[in-house]
């Protein structure tokens, strides 16, 4: 994982972002609007002790669970907060959206509420099971166009068709009223935190939750610190933070789909920039291994983008890199969305293996001779090792032929030995690196 490289990079709250401080674009006026509008609308979401995270790092962590809320995520709050601001033209006329899922979602449940149609773009990569919830959400009012490429070509498509037609492009993360209605979680959080809070980690993709929750925190919890948490394959709003502006990354791992954003919102931004605490990077990898302790020992069903906030408490807090681990007091974690689709779950425990250093792959080539597998069996793996995969092939030599061999090692100090035992052995054994295409095709 990183962290910044400073304690403080970026303003904090109270202090100016230049010689004449300008104001945000989201005030707790706006919050405190959008709670009204959402009372009756959404759910109170719990917030819920951790076991296994509090003894885990020997304080209390807490799990805001939107992941109960409503379509299964905190984005129908800001989707149902800015459509409730429609006028009565701007209804009939119907609204346009983009999303990777769970503002769709959001737009679908608001879209049938309230009786206005809708026109939701999605990238080809949105998981299938949230499009489906999209469909049974928004019935007749929702329309889908499935966009090939990631989120920002969906977006790009959406805005596009909002001004060809007149029609209300309801943004997911970047307009005052859906970042103020995102941060009705923080209204919610202010009442439920105990005294002692000393830490809420939340998910950041364009940053309007992030923006939303400080918005509010900062005024009415100052001493609390909020930091931002982002999949180190989509940290768009670190780069930003680090360029002084938002900026367009070259590259973005989808995998975390809720927060695969590849520029942070300019309003956002300027909310964030001006009262966050720091941004922190979490490798995908160790997502995936907190979404299945997530799952095993808490109960809770989390997307990739949902175990972002419990995965920084864990690789943050034990690390011990910064003086925010000997503040005293509670860390809160948002668990932001549970829209996953369970077919991912075998690529997740394969992220989780490798990341974990306990799943190795080798191209191993065995003599076309009795035993040979034998002593690969007997004598190079360890007594608590297992072969997960094997893959033998003879093409061109009919003396020899190579297997792919996965490996599942009983502990992940263990790989010293089982390398040391491949070496002295008679076969020839290449290991399969993270960086290789063979590697890429296998997860």
Known sequence: MSTSQAAHPFPTQGQETSASPMPLPVTTAD????????????RRTALGRSVR???????DVYLKREDLQKCRSFKVRGASARMSMLSPAQRESGVVCASAGNHAQGVAYACSHLEVRGTIYLPSNTPRQKRQRIEVIGGQWVEQVIVEGTFDRANALAQEAARASGRVYVHP????????????????????????TACVLVPVGGGGLLAGILTWLKHARPEVRVIGVEPAGAASMRAALDQGQPVHLDRVDSFVDGTAVGQAGDLAFDVVRA??????T???????TEMLDLYQSDGVIAEPAGALASTAAREFFRAGETAETDRPGA??????????????????MER????EGLRHYFLVTFPQQPGALRLFLGEILGPGD????????????????????????????????LRRRMEASPLHVEEIGTDSELFRLLV
């Open 173 to 196: 993360y970047d307009d005052p009223m859906t970042i103020a209605g995102q941060g009705t979680v923080a209204t919610e959080l202010a009442e439920q935190m105990p005294p002692d």
């Open 352 to 355: 989780s293996l490798r990341h």
């Open 53 to 59: 995270l509090s003894d885990h790092l020997g304080r």
């Open 31 to 42: 919050v405190e609007s959008a709670a009204r509008a959402l009372h009756g609308v959404v």
């Open 386 to 417: 297992d072969i997960v995969h094997f893959e033998y092939t003879k093409k061109n030599n009919r003396d020899t032929g190579p297997a792919l061999v996965g490996i599942d090692l009983s502990h992940r100090e263990g790989l010293e030995g």
């Open 282 to 288: 979490v490798p995908e990898g160790a997502v995936c």
């Open 275 to 280: 009262l966050v605490d720091d941004i922190v």
């Open 331 to 348: 860390v809160v974690c948002l668990v932001s969305g549970g829209n996953n689709d369970l077919t991912r779950y075998a690529e997740v």
